[in-house]
């Protein structure tokens, strides 16, 4: 099983910035295709942004435009930069193994004040 740590949350003011971090123990980060999951109070966990092991990448069209997701395999962590932010971002951001449903990490708080 994966063991995934999300940081890098915070309070932030809309049109602000932060970026998060996920640190995956897991030998074969490389291979593996990885997500950026949101769920904000009262609604579903919903997906943010994907990226293969290929790096290839996809985002909601919530964030298109204003989230980057990135990875570095030396140090098997996934990366989610965070633009422009607005308060509808407002959530706690979970990261994991792109199609598995368990393992979720405690995830990070991300606050938007407008």
């Known amino acids: 099983q994966v063991l995934l740590v999300e940081s890098g949350g915070g309070l932030a003011q809309a049109g602000g910035s932060l970026r998060l971090s996920c640190a995956a123990s897991?030998?074969?980060?490389?291979?593996?295709?990885m997500g950026w999951y949101r769920q904000a109070p009262g609604k579903q966990r919903e997906l943010v942004a994907t990226?293969?092991?290929?790096?290839?990448?996809n985002y909601a069209d919530s964030v298109k435009g204003r989230f980057t997701i990135s990875r570095d395999n030396a140090k098997n962590t996934v990366f989610l930069q965070m633009n422009s932010l607005k308060s509808e971002d407002t959530a706690v951001y979970y990261c994991?193994?792109?199609?598995?449903?368990?393992?979720w990490g405690q995830g990070t708080q991300v606050t938007v004040s407008s």
């Open positions: 990226i293969t092991s290929g790096d290839s990448t």
């Open positions: 897991v030998s074969i980060f490389r291979l593996l295709a």
């Open positions: 994991n193994v792109v199609g598995t449903n368990r393992g």
